[in-house]
């Protein structure tokens, strides 16, 4: 019963594990040119103190409103992962991986159009002056 | 023990009923558009539910897409809110009233 | 799990669902050409000309029977095909239209066509459903995609606002939606529409699941149809909305709605069950939007709440509860979208600055017939037809509803019908006297002349003509309503035997 579970264990010992050396060895080895920016609390621009009913730049909306969207399209590749296997058993993979690759493109279309528009420029004013604007 | 199907569906139906009040009653439109996911999820929650009792999948592929429609729905949602909030600087349904009758 | 075969009959499938895949596809092509070319001049063109071969196709489709495509997600051909002919035309008469009008009020952009592209491939999907989830994603799909439209013109508070207040109401009825496809599921066992009756056959599941899941559902897509009394969000987001947008709006996202409630009660939900309670929305929906259009001053509230009007009319045709008042229903849906698409682009033209759309009254339209006749004679077209006068089409629509009312015993509604049908000619019938024999007030003259000034744009005579002419040939050759009447014969044979 409990030896069940011993896969379980070594993959969250290895996860733990592998987290920490990289964390470790980042430290040894990697380069330090601390800044103030850096060395801020969050790394988003956010000053974290002082009072939180500033107003936001709305770009961060802009960005998670986009975030949502394509965070939660990826649910559909969920079954698809699953089920992939017995399509392959039975012969159908080209088939489904091409409705998958579709639906990949559909969606690298919309991140196209979003970049065309300057949805993720955070600091071209051109841009944001065309978005004000309409 | 197994949980019977009844549970789930009056746990669904109670969510239900509290995201329907706090539409009703709330009078802020994000808490509004909150209420309404809570509504979403609480029928996701039967469809799974259902689903689970009589052995057919139809109804988790539905989940599915009602999580990625509120999503959208979501994302929509909050575009126009922001949009009102720079004309009106207010997100009170109270203070939308420019047509009457 | 045996998947042999899982993708044998794609190729059938996609070739049946042509319009569908013509207009996806379209649709990211415009996205692709908007992002790289903003809001390039041919963006709305190549939707016209996508809706028109979509038509063609399913013109040519349209006399076969339907059949399931897709694993029976959805229905091709028939009944199908003719709900998808009403909404590409809606389609590509919007199009035309918004060119022009857009261009006037400043915001012409390329993303309008491509969501108006997008909103018609939801509808088609919820047209032609045959399974809740395939009704539930197209309605979500259309619409996410109104939202947007209707909140277009950013920059004008009266926009936003309806913007706000269709979203929220909209995801509200879609929560009740949604519970209603739940309960329907858990007191079935099924989502496919066609295999319901047998799982009700069998007496699977409990009545108050079934009652529960019918009534929300229903509340769902009266809500979507706007049939009194889920109407409330109707006048305010008719108004609100860019004025051609609501002509989209107001005819081809409702005919989709109602083709599939006609496809709910038709496959899935015997109608005499709840024929009495569809004949009292129906009552109530005409005796509202008819009473109160009566008091309207400006030319889109009007209209909104005679599209509220006419939802009842339609209403009675499904409440017969018979293969010939669904298809008169469908029937009368093909007349009223040429109507009020008509209409509302009569009134698209009539707006000189922008912003008068939301706050235009009637009377500051005084005799527009003499300085532009072509708006003033179709307009007047189109408000006959509305009233119900012969020999337009939208005497024979009312025919092809009221009828299958009376065979099936509902004489009292189509009393109701005809007598609010009445007192609707005399706020149709105003607008007429205000455009042909009301001279303007002095003060209105300077914007008249400036009026004037703007030709009408080519696109925008061409669809009014078309609309105006189809509803005068609808009107005279009853051959397309006979046509209707065949969508469903052939499978209620079917349907009664498994009841």
């Known amino acids: ?134 | 023990m197994e949980i019977s199907l009844d549970w789930y569906l009056a746990l669904s139906a109670v969510l239900f009923a509290i995201g329907v009040l706090g539409v009703l009653f709330r009078r802020n439109a994000i808490v509004i558009l909150m209420s309404v996911e809570l509504m979403l999820n609480a029928v996701n929650l039967s469809l799974v539910a259902v689903s689970q009792s009589i052995g057919d999948l139809s109804g988790q592929i539905l989940v599915f897409f009602v999580m990625s429609v509120a999503a959208a729905e979501a994302a929509v949602g909050l575009a126009i809110v922001i949009a009102i909030f720079r004309k009106k600087v207010s997100v009170d349904v109270n203070d939308f009233t420019l047509f009457r009758y | 799990m045996d998947l042999t075969g899982a993708y044998a009959s794609l190729g059938s499938d996609l070739g049946n669902a042509f319009s569908l895949v013509l207009l996806s596809v379209v649709g990211l092509v415009m996205v692709v050409w908007d992002s790289l070319r903003n809001d390039h001049r041919a963006i709305p063109w190549i939707g016209v000309a996508a809706s028109v071969l979509a038509i063609s196709f399913e013109l040519l489709r349209m006399p076969g029977p339907a059949e399931k495509i897709f694993y029976g997600l959805m229905w091709a051909g028939g009944y199908a095909s003719f709900v998808n002919i009403i909404i590409l035309a809606a389609t590509a008469f919007t199009l035309a239209i918004s060119v022009h009008y857009l261009d006037r009020i400043g915001h012409n952009y390329g993303e309008v066509y491509s969501l108006v592209v997008f909103a018609s491939a939801g509808m088609i999907v919820l047209g032609s459903a045959n399974s809740l989830i395939t009704v539930f994603v197209g309605l979500e799909t259309m619409s996410i995609c109104l939202y947007i439209l209707t909140g277009l013109v950013r920059t004008e508070e009266g926009s936003v606002e309806s913007a706000l207040k269709y979203f929220l109401l909209g995801a509200f009825s879609t929560g009740f939606f949604l519970y209603g496809i739940a309960l329907l599921y858990a007191a079935t066992g099924t989502l496919y529409l066609d295999e319901m009756p047998a799982a009700l056959a069998g007496g699977a599941g409990s009545e108050v699941l079934l009652w529960g899941g019918v009534g929300l559902l229903f509340i769902g897509f009266l809500f979507k149809v706007s049939a009194a009394p889920f109407h409330m969000w109707t006048p305010d987001v008719y108004q609100g909305a860019p004025t051609t947008l609501t002509g989209y709006m107001s005819t081809a996202s409702k005919a989709s709605a109602f083709a599939a409630l006609v496809l709910v009660v038709y496959h899935a939900l015997p109608a005499e069950r709840w024929m009495l309670v569809l004949a009292i929305v129906a009552a109530a929906t005409m005796i509202l939007g008819n009473v109160v259009a009566i008091a309207q001053s400006n030319v889109k509230r009007m209209l909104a709440y005679s599209s509220i009007a006419h939802a009842g009319y339609v209403l009675v045709g499904i409440a017969a509860g018979t293969t010939a008042g669904y298809s008169g229903a469908l029937f009368y849906l093909l007349v009223y979208t040429l109507m009020n698409i008509g209409a509302f682009g009569v009134m698209a033209a009539l707006e000189w600055d922008g912003h008068v759309g939301q706050k235009q009254d009637l009377d500051s339209l005084a005799g527009i017939g003499y300085r532009k006749p072509l708006l003033g004679v179709s307009m007047g077209f189109f408000m006959f037809s509305l009233t119900g006068f012969p020999p337009l089409g939208g005497f024979i629509g009312k025919y092809a509803v009221f009828a299958p009312a009376i065979d099936a015993g509902l004489t009292w509604l189509v009393i109701v019908g005809l007598l609010t049908s009445a007192a609707s000619a005399y706020y149709y019938l105003r607008v007429l006297y205000v455009f042909w024999m009301k001279s303007p007030e002095e003060e209105a003259a300077p914007a008249l002349d400036q009026l004037m000034a703007s030709p009408l744009s080519m696109s925008t005579s061409v669809v009014l003509v078309v609309c105006a002419g189809l509803l005068l040939v609808l009107g005279i050759y009853p051959g397309v309503l006979e046509s209707t009447t065949l969508f469903f014969s052939d499978s209620a044979a079917a349907v009664a035997a498994i009841r």
């Open chain 1, 1 to 134: 019963m409990l030896s069940d579970f011993i896969p379980l264990f070594l993959s969250m010992v290895m996860a733990g594990g592998l987290a920490l050396t990289l964390l470790k060895a980042a430290e040894i080895f990697g380069p330090k040119r601390p800044n103030v920016t850096k060395r801020a609390a969050y790394e988003s621009g956010m000053d974290p103190i002082g009072t939180a009913r500033d107003r936001y730049s709305i770009k961060f909306y802009l960005v998670a409103m986009i975030f949502i969207v394509f965070d939660v399209e990826v649910v559909f590749l969920y079954p698809w992962a699953v089920s992939f296997r017995d399509f392959i058993a039975a012969g159908e993979a080209g088939g489904v991986l091409a409705v998958v690759f579709l639906f990949i493109i559909i969606l690298g279309i919309g991140l196209l159009y979003d970049i065309k528009k300057g949805g993720l420029d955070f600091d071209d004013l051109r841009h944001q002056r065309e978005f004000q604007g309409r």
